[in-house]
Structure formats: structure tokens, C-alpha cells
């Protein structure tokens, strides 16, 4: 029996078949000068990890900075990086800069971690709760720190 071999049917890329529908051709056509933007942004400042490239719109470049210090910075440095986009493209008449900080709940949490103490500091904060009256609520933590303490 014969292995079977994969039908070639005219196999297209996936550009290809992006730039055969007018609607998605000229989405992915806003999307690829959309990317050529941030690669220009990122080479222009050393910024560009707290800001990204959100939209061209009438020739106004849309920037998201992830805080207020970042798009301070790029509002003062606005009118050179209009330049630099204008060497690339005619079309860039401004920029406009909003506040848009990244949603960090969409990471997964981390473990909790516990204390990790070495035996001398357990004897030196055993020490320090046997030196304190059996009330106190310092005793009581130091006591649960090391009690719980890998």
C-alpha cells in the first residue's frame, strides 16, 4: 500500500487570500502601516515599551502610553516624532497621545509565597517572642512566622 500523498489544489498564502477580499485587503493594508509605525516608534525612543501605535486617522497618529510620566514624555517629544513618521510616510499631519494602561488581571497570579528563614533567624526570632510578654501581638506573629516559615 502507497503512502498518500497531499493534494496540491493551488495553495495560497494567508496574504493572499487577506488582499483577495476589497474589506479585508484594506484592513490588513491599515494594519501593516499600523506595525511599520510602532517598528519607527520603537526605534525612535527608548519609550516604546510603555506606548504603542492605536490608529492613523486623517493623518493624525493615535498613541496608547501605559502612564501619565510616559505620555508626558511623548507629548514633549510629539513634534520630532511627527518628523520621524513623516520621513516614512507623507500622510502624518499630528499626533494625538492618550493615557491607556495595559489590563495586568490577564495574567495568571503568581503563588503566594511563604518566608523561607534559615535556622538562626528562627532562633533569633524565637528568642525575640520568648523576650516579650505572652500578650503581646508582636509575640503572637513572630510566633506564627516561624511557625510557618519553609
Same mark, same amino acid.
Given at each position: 500500500?502507497? /503512502?498518500? #500523498? =497531499?493534494?496540491?489544489?493551488?495553495?495560497?498564502?494567508?496574504?493572499?487570500?487577506? $488582499?483577495?477580499?476589497?474589506?479585508? %485587503?484594506?484592513?490588513?493594508?491599515? %494594519?501593516?502601516?499600523?506595525?511599520?509605525?510602532?517598528?519607527?516608534?520603537?526605534? @525612535?525612543? =527608548?519609550?516604546?515599551?510603555?506606548?504603542?501605535?492605536? !490608529?492613523? $486617522?486623517?493623518? !493624525?497618529?493615535?498613541?496608547?502610553?501605559? !502612564?501619565?510620566?510616559?505620555?508626558? $514624555?511623548?507629548?514633549?517629544?510629539? /513634534?520630532?516624532? &511627527?518628523?520621524?513618521?513623516?520621513?516614512?510616510? %507623507?500622510? &502624518?499631519?499630528?499626533?494625538?497621545? +492618550?493615557? #491607556?494602561?495595559?489590563?495586568?488581571?490577564?495574567? $495568571? =497570579?503568581?503563588? /503566594?509565597?511563604? @518566608?523561607?528563614?534559615?535556622? !538562626?533567624?528562627? +532562633?533569633?526570632?524565637?528568642?525575640?517572642?520568648?523576650?516579650?510578654?505572652?500578650?503581646? =501581638?508582636?509575640?503572637?506573629?513572630?510566633?506564627?512566622? &516561624?511557625?510557618?516559615?519553609?
Amino acid at each position: 500500500m502507497r /503512502p498518500m #500523498q =497531499p493534494v496540491q489544489r493551488g495553495a495560497r498564502s494567508l496574504a493572499a487570500c487577506l $488582499k483577495a477580499d476589497a474589506g479585508l %485587503a484594506r484592513l490588513t493594508g491599515h %494594519a501593516d502601516r499600523l506595525l511599520r509605525m510602532q517598528r519607527l516608534l520603537e526605534a @525612535a525612543t =527608548p519609550l516604546s515599551s510603555g506606548a504603542r501605535i492605536a !490608529n492613523l $486617522k486623517s493623518g !493624525n497618529i493615535v498613541i496608547h502610553a501605559a !502612564n501619565g510620566a510616559v505620555a508626558a $514624555k511623548l507629548k514633549q517629544i510629539a /513634534p520630532t516624532l &511627527v518628523d520621524v513618521f513623516r520621513s516614512e510616510t %507623507a500622510e &502624518v499631519t499630528g499626533i494625538e497621545i +492618550r493615557v #491607556q494602561p495595559r489590563i495586568r488581571g490577564l495574567t $495568571k =497570579p503568581g503563588k /503566594p509565597r511563604h @518566608a523561607t528563614l534559615g535556622e !538562626n533567624q528562627k +532562633r533569633g526570632l524565637t528568642s525575640l517572642a520568648d523576650s516579650l510578654s505572652e500578650e503581646s =501581638p508582636l509575640r503572637a506573629a513572630i510566633t506564627r512566622l &516561624v511557625r510557618t516559615a519553609a
